[in-house]
């Protein structure tokens, strides 16, 4: 199993210009999240999905957009890039069955917004 | 509200104990976390504890709850340089739905 997989690793912008994040599981999660990691700021959740078709904002949505394609895949988008989207992004799964709350994280995607 | 406080650094020599440090704020929390991330990785779950347990071992990590303080330790034995990570607390309410604390840099140094 590749466990969490997220593409691209790296990437650069130039301020206006949009993107999209992958990331996909093959481990049957119901529960799918986008994180950035900041500097002393640790993790702020962007979105999550609770499951295959729902989508729900979380500490820092504005500026992305999320699509729940299927129960292996959520992606990240960037409209109009801006400078302080500049951070190293994580996307993470979890069975949220109603045991532990166990995240499996991706490698992470480091952009660069110029 | 829910709230995760770690402090930032943490410095050992090798050979020695590391304990790392976090406070919540919510008291219906029903299991809390630590995940570590390595340099260019992403986070990885090290150990959880369910609420109503106060201590948690785990070959050189030893976790101790106090619920009263909403106080969670991670205590790592014999620390070794390839401890050197960011160490992560974390809490959650129900299934699917973490908090993380700002993570704990622990540095070990030979």
């Known amino acids: 199993n590749a466990g969490v997989t997220q593409t691209p690793k790296f990437q650069v912008l130039k301020t206006g210009q949009s993107m999209t994040l992958q990331c996909a599981q093959d481990m049957n999660h119901n529960s799918m999240y986008w994180y950035r990691q900041d500097p002393g700021m640790g993790l702020r959740l962007i979105y999550y999905s609770a499951s295959e078709g729902t989508t729900d904002k979380g500490e820092v949505p504005n500026g992305y957009n999320v699509s729940r394609l299927n129960k292996r895949e959520f992606s990240l988008r960037l409209e109009s890039a801006a400078p302080s989207q500049t951070s190293v992004y994580f996307c993470a799964s979890s069975e949220a069955s109603g045991r532990a709350d166990e995240q499996f994280f991706g490698p992470g995607t480091r952009l660069t917004v110029l | 509200g829910e709230d995760v406080e770690q402090s930032l650094f943490l410095s050992v020599r090798e050979g020695d104990s590391s304990v790392i440090n976090c406070t919540y704020t919510?008291?219906?929390?029903?299991?809390l976390y630590w995940y570590k991330q390595e340099p260019g990785a992403g986070l990885q779950l090290l150990t959880y504890?369910?609420?109503?347990?106060d201590m948690k071992q785990d070959q050189r990590l030893t976790v101790l709850l106090n619920k009263k303080d909403k106080h969670l330790s991670l205590r790592i034995a014999d620390t070794q340089t390839g401890d050197s990570a960011i160490y992560f607390c974390a809490e959650s309410i129900r299934a699917g739905k973490s908090t993380f604390g700002d993570g704990t840099t622990l540095t070990v140094k030979p």
């Open positions: 504890i369910f609420s109503n347990m």
């Open positions: 919510d008291s219906s929390s029903t299991y």
